[in-house]
């Protein structure tokens, strides 16, 4: 119980210093924002902030991992493949998907074996997707909620489908959904619908309307990075994802990195493997040793941009 205390503590730790220490070269490249010679000394004070310190701190949380007994804390599931935007800094913008709804066996199959073991981290119902181009996602959700009552189920959306009716019966399962308002005109227009307090209180808006060089994900290489923000590959430092995630594609196969979006790292297959024989595979653990030694000399860890 003490060691368990312990991971929990310093992971918590970890966490919040990055949030912390991302969010002030935020507030800095707002301060000189004119000044590309001291918006470059601040995403590299970032970048070397991460690799000496946050990198330990993180490893520190992860060294005595066992994954017999550290289960994961999200699993994402991505229900359908496509999306109805094509935002510059997503693949959408520069690759085609085949448009194909995940099989109602593949996810009962999972959300089962989810129940078996009484699963109460998070269930995630987005990768790099919009969920409700999901004609099955009410239900899902609805299956979700009554075989994994402790969970917590989460949605991450662009918000451009929804209509008052489809939130309402969306929030009825979920304990959160992420409305991501590029424009901040969502905002506005939900606040005029007639939502109870509670039901208020399980949306998060998320305002894109400052994109700050160092936040750009590349998605494994497949969205252009500005040069300000480029970094020398592979990164030396740990990644905490395989460690406390899972990510399950439209079509049942388990990618190492929710980053993948053409699903170029397949770790498992739920079709035919049990979810927690995939967590404990030697496969899985391999990688996990070379990340607590700081190695990222393999694919797809060696063209990730994102550090701890």
Same mark, same amino acid.
């Given at each position: 119980?003490?060691?368990?205390?312990?991971?929990?503590?310093?992971?918590?730790?970890?966490?919040?210093?990055?949030?912390?220490?991302?969010?002030?070269?935020?507030?800095?490249?707002?301060?000189?924002?004119?000044?590309?010679?001291?918006?470059?000394?601040?995403?590299?004070?970032?970048?070397?902030?991460?690799?000496?310190?946050?990198?330990?701190?993180?490893?520190?949380?992860?060294?005595?991992?066992?994954?017999?007994?550290?289960?994961?804390?999200?699993?994402?599931?991505?229900?359908?493949?496509?999306?109805n935007l094509k935002c510059n800094f997503c693949p959408f913008s520069r690759y085609k998907r085949e448009k194909r709804i995940m099989p109602w066996?593949?996810?009962?199959?999972?959300?089962?074996?989810?129940?078996?073991?009484?699963?109460?981290?998070?269930?995630?119902?987005?990768?790099?997707?919009?969920?409700?181009?999901?004609?099955?996602?009410?239900?899902?959700?609805?299956?979700?909620?009554?075989?994994?009552?402790?969970?917590?189920?989460?949605?991450?959306?662009?918000?451009?489908?929804?209509?008052?009716?489809?939130?309402?019966?969306?929030?009825?399962?979920?304990?959160?959904?992420?409305?991501?308002?590029?424009?901040?005109?969502?905002?506005?227009?939900?606040?005029?619908?007639?939502?109870?307090?509670?039901?208020?209180?399980?949306?998060?808006?998320?305002?894109?309307?400052?994109?700050?060089?160092?936040?750009?994900?590349?998605?494994?290489?497949?969205?252009?990075?500005?040069?300000?923000?480029?970094?020398?590959?592979?990164?030396?430092?740990? !990644? #905490? /994802?395989?460690?406390? %995630?899972?990510? *399950?594609?439209?079509?049942?196969?388990?990618? $190492?990195? !929710? #980053? /993948?979006?053409?699903? %170029?790292?397949? *770790?498992?297959?739920?079709?035919?493997?049990? $979810?927690?024989?995939?967590?404990?595979?030697?496969?899985?653990?391999?990688?996990?040793?070379?990340?607590?030694?700081?190695?990222?000399?393999?694919?797809?860890?060696?063209?990730?941009?994102?550090?701890?």
């Amino acid at each position: 119980m003490v060691i368990k205390m312990i991971k929990k503590k310093t992971r918590a730790m970890y966490r919040k210093i990055r949030w912390y220490a991302f969010g002030l070269s935020c507030k800095l490249l707002d301060l000189f924002g004119r000044s590309k010679f001291m918006q470059q000394m601040v995403i590299s004070s970032w970048y070397l902030f991460q690799e000496v310190f946050l990198s330990k701190l993180a490893r520190m949380a992860y060294v005595s991992f066992d994954p017999n007994e550290d289960i994961f804390e999200r699993v994402n599931i991505e229900t359908c493949s496509w999306c109805n935007l094509k935002c510059n800094f997503c693949p959408f913008s520069r690759y085609k998907r085949e448009k194909r709804i995940m099989p109602w066996d593949i996810y009962a199959k999972i959300i089962d074996e989810l129940s078996d073991i009484n699963y109460s981290g998070t269930i995630a119902f987005h990768i790099i997707n919009e969920p409700f181009l999901d004609n099955m996602l009410f239900e899902r959700l609805e299956y979700a909620r009554k075989r994994c009552p402790e969970a917590f189920l989460l949605l991450d959306t662009n918000g451009t489908l929804l209509t008052e009716e489809k939130l309402k019966k969306a929030l009825k399962y979920l304990d959160k959904i992420v409305i991501d308002d590029y424009h901040g005109i969502l905002i506005k227009k939900i606040k005029k619908w007639k939502l109870s307090k509670e039901e208020m209180e399980k949306i998060s808006f998320v305002p894109y309307k400052k994109f700050y060089p160092h936040k750009i994900n590349s998605k494994l290489g497949d969205v252009k990075i500005p040069s300000i923000a480029k970094r020398r590959l592979p990164l030396k430092q740990f !990644c #905490e /994802d395989p460690f406390v %995630r899972m990510a *399950i594609n439209y079509d049942g196969k388990v990618l $190492l990195c !929710c #980053e /993948d979006f053409r699903g %170029r790292a397949v *770790i498992g297959d739920v079709r035919t493997q049990n $979810l927690m024989d995939i967590w404990r595979s030697e496969k899985l653990n391999n990688i996990r040793r070379r990340l607590l030694n700081f190695d990222r000399n393999f694919f797809p860890c060696n063209i990730c941009n994102v550090g701890v």
